[in-house]
């Protein structure tokens, strides 16, 4: 963080100071809310969780070097006491951001924001100092403690921004106003909470609504919904996609032998191939909006190619890929899961897969309200129109579903199973994995099949899933 002293952070957060000697000390380092990473110079935020409460240990973060907490109630360490911790977080956020040199991008959208914000931090960071969402750390306490990371020398400011409800992006758009604003997809995830995809289209817009009219609203132009945003924005559209009427459009689309896409970059500044580290053909989507906001940023068609040619995965769980040394390819897709991701993931697959045996272990996709059956149904039925050998459906109701869906499609015999819970899928794998298999595990981030990937790697052939 920018270099504030505690009683300019006080009057800022609108908080009272208790127990420090010397008001003008500066925080110098983080903003954090884990005791864990606290370090010399460091502000902690003390919040009170379901099963934690920050407050217990102030004595210890001081100890380890914070300068001072914000709390909701004294902790008999200097401390800022706010009303509310995250609301001053917020402010402070707002505060720095307005003092920083930095260009704000923020983007949005059902499905890969976090592959995406990590080719454009990938991309922005091969032209100056850029400051980026860790993993998904995309709401109202994650985007916050994120913008507070920058400091002086940052020159570009990247923030994946999540939306459960209608009017969440406008809230964080007003605590880190955008300069450049990146609109993916318009898909079904949460769509049980917003209640339908022009509701999701509605709350995703709130990201354009809120960009000045030197800004730039950067739209999808596959994605109708996406493109209808045009018409809420004051700011310049650039339209990205493989349409002919893109401002900045992929040719020539193909995967390499090993299912990494490779395709021709255009932009209104030039030509240029790309070949992807990354695999799967969704990727190109992604990096096509990356492109559009690096164009818009300055940068030459050349080096945003090069940048996205170099861009590999920084995120934990999304399509992470390890070869065994027995030759089995191991594919940890398991961070999250809406129909969308699961289609692309389940292409992936297959892609990489040719001429080996391919395994789609996949469990529940949550929060998709009255369209549950249908779209595990829908999944399961797409596995086996993509000839994936073997569909391993994971856990309850949900999992039934998918399996049933396969099954309907024409997967009988042992195409298909439906096992209890992930020490089950383990077992299965184990005992009928052979040399040059390509395994793909995918579910919500709430089934915890991550697991199942990382038993699959601890190597071996005995043992038990970490029920963490």
Known sequence: ??????????????????????????????????????????????????????????????????????????????????????????????????????????????AGKT????????????KAPTVFTPGSLNNEIGLPLTALSATEETKFLVLEMGARGIGHIRYLAGLTPPKVGLVLNVGTAHIGEFGGREQIAQAKGELVESLPEDGAA??????????????????????????????????????????????????????SDVTMRLYGEHHVSNALAAAAVAHELGMSAEEIATALSEAGSLSRWRMEVTERPDGVTVVNDAYNANPESMRAALRALVAMGRGRRTWAVLGKMAELGDEELAEHDAVGRLAVRLNVSKLVAVGGREASWLQLGAYNEGSWGEESVHVSDAQAAVDLLRSELRPGDVVLVKASRSVGLESVAEALLAGGTEGEVDAR
């Open 218 to 271: 950067i739209l999808n132009a596959d994605d109708p919904l996406v493109r209808a945003m045009a018409s809420r924005t004051k700011a310049k559209v650039i339209l990205f996609g493989e349409s002919g009427e893109a401002d900045v459009r992929a040719e020539n689309v193909r995967l390499t032998d090993s299912g990494q896409p490779s395709f021709m970059l255009h932009t209104p500044s030039g030509c």
């Open 1 to 110: 963080m920018i270099a504030l002293s505690l009683a300019e952070i006080a009057e800022v957060v609108g908080g009272q100071t208790y127990d420090i000697p010397d008001p003008s000390v500066q925080v110098t380092g983080p903003v954090v809310r884990d005791s864990r990473e606290v370090e010399p110079g460091t502000l902690f935020a003390a919040f009170v969780g379901e099963r934690v409460d920050g407050h217990d240990f102030a004595e210890k973060v001081v100890e380890a070097g914070a300068v001072a907490v914000l709390a909701s109630r004294p902790v008999g360490v200097p401390a800022i006491v706010v009303a509310d911790v995250q609301t001053a977080l917020g402010a402070l956020a707002r505060h720095v951001v307005r003092r920083l040199g930095a260009t704000l991008v923020a983007l949005t959208g059902s």
């Open 115 to 126: 592959s995406t914000k990590d080719l454009i931090a990938q991309v922005l960071r091969s």
